[in-house]
């Protein structure tokens, strides 16, 4: 009887053929978990600050401040493994979610009080963390781009609006909150969607990757 293993499935690609390994399936469940971990963080987090809105009781906000920073960090991960052709974009992600991060814990431990209402009362914190959230943009857009998702389409605009809306001061505190929770409604949705579909659909034509590496492009 022979010991050895199932040969792989062989996929046709634009350059060649390739095979999916169960390296690049892990890959894809820890992209998704991530995005999954991100999207439940913030959705409780917005639901805490929709609650305090109406009761005004600070640690709503401090555990809000907390599910943020797990946010950040499940987002990270995404960031990390998430399949992009061109390695400069994945890069340019990785170093807006960096900057963001950085920022978010600048303002986390420089004011006394939680972050939410840090950013809630300086607008301009939107010049550091809004990078994190660019980066975020950014897999919206491949996202819609890739797979036609409606949610993504209209995440992929709600969300710059939402904050320039805030930087700017243009949009009312009502109008602001209203968008915040149709994100994090649509970040479940996404994220949700994304759990339970096709793994090999986000590893792509691997065969492109080896091109642009052959070629210097990645």
Known sequence: MSNSSPALPVYK?????????????WGVII???????????????????FWYTSHSEPWLLS???????VFVLALGVSLAT???????LHRLLQV?????????????????????????????TILGIGFLFAALTGIYFKEAFCFNRLETKF????????????????????TKLILLVIWAVLFLVFAGRKSIQNIP??????????????????
């Open 13 to 25: 690609g634009q350059f060649g053929e390739f095979t999916i390994t169960d390296e690049d399936r």
């Open 31 to 49: 992209y998704r978990s991530g995005l999954l971990i991100s999207a439940i963080s913030f959705a409780i987090a917005t639901g805490l600050i």
């Open 63 to 69: 555990i809000a401040t907390y599910l943020y920073a």
């Open 82 to 88: 998430i399949h992009i052709y061109m390695v400069s």
């Open 96 to 124: 807006l979610w960096l900057i963001g991060a950085i920022a978010s814990l600048i303002f986390a431990i420089s004011d006394q009080q939680s972050l939410v209402l840090t950013v809630n009362q300086y607008p301009l």
């Open 155 to 174: 995440l992929t605009p709600l969300v710059p609006i939402l904050l320039l809306g805030h930087l700017t001061g243009i949009l009312p505190d009502q």
């Open 201 to 218: 659909d986000d590893i792509g034509d691997k065969s492109v990757f080896a091109y642009l590496h052959e070629k210097g492009n990645r």
